[in-house]
């Protein structure tokens, strides 16, 4: 199982960013797809989750309404768009695989399937 991310970058504080993580070595279109984040000094959070066929997205309470997701089973890809980025927002990404909830502890997350992360850092 390969998970590989990429997109991240600095950005200033109300600008957007799109993550991108591309799937191997499993059936993608089989499994939810998540989005984790780990800020500085923190426990991981979980962020989003997309269905198997992505007609349903869950979003945590800090990001919805900003953030969307998306994927690609054709291509073994899921994307993150993150617009009207904050400070708080800044953090290591991980693409993980598997569905994820706000009633996830940090400890559940860590035992999901994740990528190598990409770093979000919004900052003027």
């Known amino acids: 199982v390969q998970l590989v991310e990429s997109g991240g970058g600095l950005v200033q504080p109300g600008g957007s960013l799109r993550l991108s993580c591309v799937a191997s070595?499993?059936?993608?279109?089989?499994?939810?797809m998540s989005w984790v984040r780990q800020a500085p000094g923190k426990g991981l959070e979980w962020v989003s989750s997309?269905?198997?066929?992505?007609?349903?997205?869950y979003f945590a309470d800090s990001v919805r309404g900003r953030f969307t997701s998306s994927r690609d089973n054709a291509k073994n890809t899921v994307d993150l768009q993150m617009n009207s980025l904050k400070s708080e927002d800044t953090a290591l990404y991980y693409c993980?695989?598997?569905?994820?909830?706000?009633?996830?502890?940090?400890?559940?997350?860590?035992?999901?399937?994740r990528g190598q992360g990409t770093q979000v850092t919004v900052s003027s």
């Open positions: 070595g499993f059936t993608f279109n089989s499994y939810w």
């Open positions: 997309i269905n198997e066929d992505g007609s349903n997205q």
């Open positions: 993980a695989r598997g569905s994820g909830g706000p009633w996830y502890s940090p400890k559940s997350l860590e035992k999901m399937t």
